[in-house]
């Protein structure tokens, strides 16, 4: 039996030599050989300022009749603390290294500009004081970028102590004025964004010294997270694959290694978008087969990127105590006719779904590396969860992913072998199925399984080792088309359907729809 490993390997390096497909998939889930840890944090969000994805997205004002609670819409809120949100990465994005954070804190907020996304005015009305109040009520935590690019040290060390000092600083002082005297809790750091490119175009080299700079002097004073719960600071890393990449990867890696006790990073940023061609032209509806299968191809090179930077980083880190942090993914169409095209605006699709079920796979499949994710982005930017207009709101087939995968948070690792064969669309050889398994802590075993074929449907049967099943239920994820999508005046369109599944003799079957996302526990 072939490991789903060697399929995608096959698809990386591009032989397309399909075997013919099966349509009835033999797999094997072996309970007694538990993996890594699946950190929930794979499942984070991205919010940047960014067209719709803050003002309209997620504030409206305290006095919109919007129903909101202190400005932060309350339709969002709910939404968004039923997918169990980890942490949001925030303010940027390239944004990040513009943002000067004295500008959106106090009565008194400055209008400034937004250069990189559509050129329009920042009312710096969502600052600080807003995204921590965000974020505490949908649950998460917050990921802070801070700028390198436009900003100094200073400037980012004194942030974090406006957030982070209990102590009776001036600047804990200032953040009580403002209405929080109890100090924020900052769980992770971004030390700047992209700085190969919008962050400063700097080289590798540069950066290290910008980044030991930055790691040893914006510190976290908040007294409980200074011996458990610490912030992780995360280095910027690579951006798409080639020497360039690689070599930035070594560089930042080599450094870490060298590491003295002045300075530290607990992980290395990956961003990687699935695009097709860039600039991005595909369309987000409206599209056929031949554009599925294409994106579908181009979002399985996720799984080369990561073994190709996680190989260098095991050079420098055999311990994997640095984590890498993909904290910019997803699809990246063409936008939406009529859209402004600095707002980033598409449509999300059963294809997106889809896309997303088969890297939050790849995620899991590199748990014991790879220890967060954020999705670009949360609400009406790129792959969104939520698209917004005014008061209406809609969850994109993406949400319902996030959704349906809550219970891999934090779960088990398990290991799942089968032989798919393939999907073929013209050119295009994918795996024809793709799944993963985790047992939950209470024992509870979770199986996820992405039919990647918009034609046939498969049979399932699982054999489960070392696991005495009783039962199984779950929910499937489909659509009449791949270009299916949800709207105000549909929304239920791409949406999880209860399916059926059989245990009997040690053994669990179903039936699983053409390009669907299924989701099953099995009840022992
Ligand atoms: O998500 C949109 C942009 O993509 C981000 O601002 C930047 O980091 C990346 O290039």
Redesign the pocket.
Known sequence: MRSLFVCFTLTVIGITAPILAAQKIDLLIDGSKTGAKVDRNIFGQ?A?H?GHGIYEGIWVGPDSKIPNTRGIRNDVVGALRAIKVPNVRWP?????DEYHWRKGIGPQRSVTLNP??GGVTEANTFGTHEFMDFIDQIGAEAYVSVNVGSGTPQEAAEWLEYMTAAAPTTLAKERAANGHPAPYKVALLGIG??SW???GNMTADYYVSQMKIYSRFVRNFNPSQQEKQQMLKLAVGP?GDGPRWTDWTETVMKAYQQHTWSWDINGLSM?N?TVGHWPPSYASVGFGETEYSEILKSTLEMEGLISKHSAIMDKYDPDKKVALVVD?W?G?YAPLQGSNPGF?VQQNSLRDAILAALNLNIFARHADRVRGANI??MIN??QAMIITDKEKMVLTPTYYVFKMYVPFQNATFVPVTFDAGWYTHGAVAVPRVDAIAAKDANGKLWLELTNLDPNEPVEIEAGLAGITAKAASGETLTAPKVDSVNTFDAPDTVMPRPISAKVQGGKLTLKLGPKSVTVVSVEQ
Do not use: I, M
């Open positions: 991205f940047e960014l940027g994005g390239c944004f990040a990189n996304w964004n992209e490119d919008c962050g951006g961003h978008y910019e997803g990246w980033l670009a982005q930017v790129l």
